[in-house]
């Protein structure tokens, strides 16, 4: 009950429950793409990041390989190593709970945690989010799944659209401003020049290249692109305040100053 | 089978991530090249997913219904839908341009 009243745990339950139900479309498109029930399970339970999962079962659906799945998945993950940093300065795990969090660690509980300032609330939230996205994503994987496998063609439902709706999504909440948007049409010319010349699969790694040399050489936001998928405190807060607030990059340089100090 | 290889990789690369940000020193992660390539890769590898699966067709490109779907998300977002409305606004979309006759 006092629990409910922490206003980190009533963020971090509402964004599980928003995230856990469109596990139900990760569900269903995992097994249209090719996979069966477990290897979209064995996604959602051990590989839990919603980018990277959708990434894995893109690349399988439009003919590519499993290498080209597993790079495209694994590039896509190196930001949650980003947060990894940022939820270590802020919440000092110590033993298992640094294990268990790092499990936990995507967009929705970091978002949930560097968006409260209070240390508990920090914490409290980071798990909230963490455990219930986890728990809710899985529930609603296998309800997908098991729903997806017996629609006979995908097609028919239209569900090769659901997994562009889904990518698009995804990357909306990074569009703010003219950069990201300009990487994100570099990008997605030199995916499509890249289609005819290299096997399924390879020109979204080709789009990865390009997207890493932009960022080694340009000089914009150090965390651009950071921005989480979900934000859960935009009913909470004014834009401005809430675009601190949630931006876990801008708690990042407060979270580790203590570190420098000692 | 070979699937069910790559897709483990996939999930032990994916923890090897997380907890590396729990164990590096947060110097070596504190160059600001570093997160910016973790936010610039990540636009451009979510922009290249939304192409590949709505005009790419094995090594070639193709107009379809999937089209659709994709001005469809679009709409939905700039009304602030909600993930799962917009990914059902897509298959919905895609599902009723195909009735209608539209590969």
Redesign the interface.
Known sequence: MKLLASPAVKVGLSISI??G??G??FGALAVTSG?NFW?AM??SL????G??Q???I??????G???A??S??????????????????LLR?TGWR??I???L?IDESTATSTGQTDPAEQRRGFWTAGIGVYVLWNLFTAVGALAGSGLGDP??????????????????P??KGRE?IA??????V???GA??FV??GV??L???V???L???F?H???????EP?VEPYTHHAGHHQDAAGTHP?AQRREG?EP?AGT | M??????????A???A????????P?KF??D?????????????????????????S????AAD??L???A???I??TLRA???V???????????L?FLGWS
Request: overall charge positive; some cysteine; aromatic content about 8%.
């Open positions: 928003a995230t139900l469109y139900i479309s996979l290897q064995a996604l051990l590989l839990f990041s980018g990277s959708f990434a894995f893109g690349v399988v659906a439009g003919g390989s499993g290498i799945a597993m495209a998945a694994t590039l896509l993950g190196m930001r949650n190593g980003i947060y990894g940093m940022q939820l270590n300065a795990p640094k294990y969090g790092a499990q660690t097609k028919q439902w239209g569900l090769d659209g659901a997994a562009v709706a889904a990518f698009l999504a995804l990357l909306w990074r569009l990201p990487i994100a049409a570099v990008c997605a030199a995916t499509v289609v005819p096997p399924p020109p979204i080709v789009a990865a390009v997207a890493a932009v960022g080694w340009s914009g936001r150090r965390d651009e692109g950071l998928d990059g580790t570190e | 070979s699937l069910w290889i790559w897709l483990l990789i996939a999930c690369l994916a923890y991530w997380k907890i590396v940000g729990y164990f590096v947060a992660l504190e600001p090249r570093t997160s910016r390539i973790a936010g610039t890769m990540t636009i451009g590898l979510l922009a290249s997913l939304t192409v590949v699966n709505a005009v790419v094995g090594q070639g490109l219904a999937r659709g779907a994709l469809a998300a679009a939905a977002l909600p993930f799962l917009v990914v059902i606004a897509g298959a919905g979309t895609a599902a009723l195909r």
